[in-house]
């Protein structure tokens, strides 16, 4: 008998619709990484042996851990979804897993972490999300391969110790604590695997791991049985919900076999995604909300990171940084939540993001009083500061007029030209 396939449940399926209309998220990198404070890959990097990493684990005492400080200085920069590292690459579980010792339950904290930062992030109205890591360099069974901390023992060690080493266990592992994370914390929103390496052309690894290591088709269905409406990022090797580029911005709305898809860039404040005490690269509020704009206007989210020290707070430039992109937020968010791309083509430094009939251009250079806008002739109705709602008047170029005959300038038909205040607002990006 012939049986016709069960359709794949891999295939992406209809997106929520909070993710695209939020926009915005805080990603939060804590782990055992934060005690060293030199990046989350320092295992990694300074090839620290399992039984020398554990010591940070005895050492995990973190005395002002309060998500909902968190979660409140992600609320006032106006993030609408909050993404936890349950587990990161160091193998370290923030959660009680029935699955391991190496846990938060486990140290001096001596408790469930991710059982107080769901309810903390509920309680300040906010979608939780989980990051999963797939990489694993403190199981026994994650076999050595050219991303691990041991990556440069010999030929013969590495292949001795990978002869114990057995994937299909570790892979149980996972679908495990996968599990555990989508039954026992109630509704979670979004989660985000990180990261298959197999099919990474830009930097080919030996040993690299991709689907057929996670079991990536059996997980995603899981999941989504567990969580029905979950939305699942991109990094299982196989189509996800979302492309999500990191610490890059896309040029356009980005696309997959010609379509386009629902995408989001997971950006650091600093460089590092762990608590890094030495690292002073900071961007600032302003370049933040830019990229906040630029993807928008793109049809993308931003999904900006923060990582608390090891006891367990925001660093203070983590706060301010917060708290002035709230401040922007505050007057502009009509322009980000539930907005997109524009069929407009914007001018110059600018950006336009549109939702419904308003359009919103973003000044990234502020021009001296007028800003000429190609296409929008005889298309506005009104036009007006964003963050004061003062007028702002305009003068058009019909699109059947000849150029060079209004007294403006040089503009072709079609334009319309703005006068704005010469000085720039203090926050203000105009909307029209
Ligand atoms: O969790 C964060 C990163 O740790 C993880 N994904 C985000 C969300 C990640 N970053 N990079 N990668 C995964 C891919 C590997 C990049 C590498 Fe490297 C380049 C590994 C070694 C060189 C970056 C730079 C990490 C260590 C040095």
């Given amino acids: 008998m012939t049986i016709t396939p069960e359709p794949t449940t891999t295939t992406a399926t209809p997106l929520p619709a909070w993710f695209r209309h939020d926009r915005f998220g805080m990603f939060v990198h804590w782990g055992l990484y934060a005690l060293p404070a030199r990046h989350e890959w320092v295992m990694n990097e300074e090839r620290i042996p399992t039984d020398q990493y554990e010591k940070y684990a005895r050492y995990f005492e973190p005395d002002l851990y309060d998500p909902r400080a968190w979660a409140r200085s992600a609320r006032e920069a106006g993030a609408k979804y909050i993404v936890l590292t349950a587990k990161h690459h ?213 999904l900006l990171n923060v990582g608390p020290t090891g006891r367990g707070n925001l660093d203070p430039v983590a706060v301010r940084t917060l708290s002035e992109i709230g401040d922007w937020m505050t007057l502009h968010s009509r322009s980000i939540y539930g907005a997109g791309a524009s069929a407009f083509q914007a001018p110059a430094d600018t950006r336009y993001t549109q939702r419904g009939n308003r359009l919103y251009l973003h000044l990234f250079a502020w021009p001296f009083e007028h800003i000429h806008l190609p296409g929008l002739a005889g298309k506005v109705e009104y036009a007006q500061m964003l963050n004061d709602a003062s007028e702002l008047t305009f003068r058009e170029i019909a699109p059947d007029l000849q150029a060079f005959n209004t007294g403006m300038g040089g503009q072709p038909a079609g334009t319309l030209t703005l006068t704005l205040p010469v000085v720039r607002p203090n926050v203000a990006v105009p909307v029209i």
């Avoid at 107080?116 to 403190?138: I, K, M, Q, T």
């Avoid at 001795?160 to 996972?174: F, I, K, P, T, V």
């Avoid at 980005?254 to 404040?269: D, K, L, P, S, Y």
């Fill in 90 to 302: 160091e193998g370290f579980c923030l959660w009680d897993s029935a699955l391991t010792d190496y846990t938060s339950v486990h140290t001096p904290a001596g408790r469930d972490l991710v059982r107080e930062f769901v309810n903390a992030v509920r309680e300040e109205g906010l979608r939780v999300g989980f990051y999963y890591s797939l990489l694993d360099w403190h199981h026994p069974d994650f076999t050595i391969d050219g991303h691990h901390p041991r990556r440069d023992d010999s030929t013969e060690e590495i292949e001795a110790l990978n002869a114990g080493r057995d994937m299909s266990r570790y892979r149980e592992y996972l679908h495990g604590q996968v599990r555990e994370l989508l039954t026992n914390y109630g509704q979670v929103d979004y989660l985000f695997f990180d990261f298959s390496y197999e099919n990474d052309h830009h930097q080919p690894v030996w040993g690299a791991k991709g689907a057929s290591d996670w079991g990536s088709e059996e997980l995603m269905a899981m999941a989504r049985e567990l969580q029905p409406g979950i939305v699942i990022n991109d990094r299982l090797d196989i189509p996800g919900d979302v492309v999500t580029p990191e610490q890059y911005q896309p040029d356009r709305p980005m696309e997959v076999n010609g379509r386009e898809v629902a995408w989001e860039a997971c950006q650091t404040i600093n460089g590092s995604w762990g608590y890094f005490r030495d690292n002073s690269n900071n961007k600032s509020a302003d370049l933040l909300v830019r990229m906040l704009v630029d993807g928008v206007s793109k049809n993308g989210n931003l």
